[in-house]
C-alpha cells in the first residue's frame, strides 16, 4: 500500500495559481498511475488529471488547459500545478494512487488516497 499526504492547499485571488503537491511512503517502487481529484461537498468526486509510470498524462475537461500533473521520483511526490484559478475551483483536491500494472486510461477503482488539502478561490 502507498501512503499519500497533500499539501500545499490555500486561498487565492480568482486568476491566480497554486501547485498542489502529494508525497508518497510505503510501496513506493511499485508500478501505479497517480492522479489528482477533487470534491466539492455534496457532489461527487471529479478527475482532475492522472499520470501513468511511464509520464503519460491524461487530463479532464473540468480544469484542462489549466493544470499541469506532474511527479519527481526521486523524491516520491506528486505534483499539481494549476493557474488561472476560478471561484469554482473551489474544492477539497485528493491525490490517489492505482492498482498496481494497471495503466491510467483504465483505472476504475483506485486503491490508495491521501487525506486532501483545500483550495478556496475567492472572486
Known amino acids: 500500500r502507498i501512503q499519500l499526504v497533500e499539501s500545499g492547499g490555500d486561498s487565492v485571488q480568482a486568476g491566480g495559481s497554486l501547485t498542489l503537491s502529494c508525497t508518497a511512503s510505503?510501496?513506493?517502487?511499485?508500478?501505479?498511475?497517480m492522479a489528482w481529484f477533487r470534491q466539492v461537498p455534496g457532489q461527487e468526486r471529479e478527475d482532475v488529471a492522472r499520470i501513468d509510470t511511464d509520464g503519460s498524462t491524461i487530463y479532464y475537461q473540468s480544469m484542462k488547459g489549466r493544470v499541469t500533473i506532474s511527479k519527481r521520483k526521486s523524491k516520491n511526490t506528486l505534483y499539481l500545478q494549476m493557474s488561472y484559478l476560478k471561484p469554482e475551483d473551489t474544492a477539497m483536491y485528493y491525490c490517489?494512487?492505482?492498482?498496481?500494472?494497471?495503466?491510467?486510461?483504465?483505472?476504475?477503482?483506485?486503491?490508495?488516497w491521501g487525506q486532501g488539502t483545500q483550495v478556496t478561490v475567492s472572486s
Open positions: 510505503g510501496d513506493t517502487d511499485s508500478s501505479v498511475c
Open positions: 490517489a494512487a492505482g492498482p498496481e500494472f494497471i495503466r491510467c486510461p483504465i483505472v476504475s477503482v483506485f486503491r490508495d
